[in-house]
């Protein structure tokens, strides 16, 4: 039946098609079949939708080292020394969790096992060195600006603050753990007893873990007290770096006592570095 230009259908199930009309002018609209009503759809893979593995464009840059350029990604991925500058070069290096933090400072607490050098070999970071001088800093600065406050104000005289024991700290600390495993790791590499020199600032950085209590204890307004907590201090991070390293020295022949000792006695100099400006307070 034609009413107004238009054809109705009777009784007719439309599953999706208009089926064709005798006026030419009609024209015939098909709808195809489509999964946009499942999201995501079924061949897609990703966490959302359940399947392992993430978008190449979000995971490959950092988990797959490489030279070149991935297929089909318009970005070349660095490669021999240029690797250097990127972040996936150093992602390992802070692929550790909070027991794996623990047990290793808890190994630098306990000085005469040396073990840490055999269970990081595998898995040395660099998270833990990072923080641990970091922490270090500021707490050397509130450390020190609160007993050289407490003293003054005993004393009845002007306190002014000193920023310089921040930017002091930050230089002694990350100084340290920068650049004496760097010329560890030339000296070691002369002697034909190589090491890794991640390992190495592994090692180094925790080592310098106990001074963080040592510091907390200077608190106490004794002279010969701090004298005695920066001793322990100093002798606890040293033997722990010299236990360490002493097993993997012995390849380096009849200097390696020499190279153990030096390693010792560099590492109780910062001891006493560090006692005569962070642990002395003066009026």
Not at 152 to 176: C, M, P, Q, R
Request: hydrophobic share 45%.
């Amino acid at each position: 039946m034609m009413s107004g230009g238009y054809t109705s259908i009777d009784n007719q199930k439309v599953s999706g098609s208009v089926p064709a009309v005798s006026d030419p002018s009609h024209v015939a609209v098909k709808f195809t079949d489509s999964n946009l009503q499942t999201f995501p759809p079924s061949g897609a893979q990703g966490k959302i939708s359940g399947g392992t593995q993430p978008p190449h464009d979000a995971d490959d840059t950092f988990s797959k080292p490489g030279g070149g350029s991935q297929p089909g990604s318009g970005e070349p991925q660095g490669s021999g020394w240029f690797r250097t500058f990127t972040i996936a070069a150093y992602k390992p290096y802070f692929d550790v969790d909070t027991s794996d933090i623990i047990d290793r400072l808890k190994e630098s607490l306990f000085p005469f096992r040396g073990t840490f050098t055999e269970k990081t070999a595998t898995n040395p970071d660099l998270y833990g060195p990072f923080w641990i001088c970091t922490t270090l800093i500021f707490v050397a600065a509130s450390i020190g600006t609160f007993v050289t406050y407490i003293a003054h104000k005993l004393k009845k005289k002007e306190w002014d603050y000193d920023i310089n024991l921040v930017t002091w700290s930050a230089g002694v600390f990350y100084g340290y753990v920068t650049v004496v495993p760097l010329i560890l790791y030339v000296i070691l590499k002369y002697f034909s007893a190589p090491s890794g020199l991640v390992q190495l600032f592994c090692l180094y950085g925790y080592s310098l873990f106990v001074f963080i209590p040592a510091l907390c204890l200077s608190v106490v307004p004794l002279e010969i007290f701090r004298w005695v907590i920066a001793g322990v201090a100093g002798f606890m991070s040293a033997t722990f770096v010299a236990l360490n390293l002493k097993a993997h020295i012995n390849s380096a022949g009849e200097r390696w006592f020499l190279i153990v000792t030096g390693i010792f006695l560099l590492q109780l100099a910062l001891a006493v570095v560090l006692k005569l400006y962070l642990f002395t307070v003066t009026v």
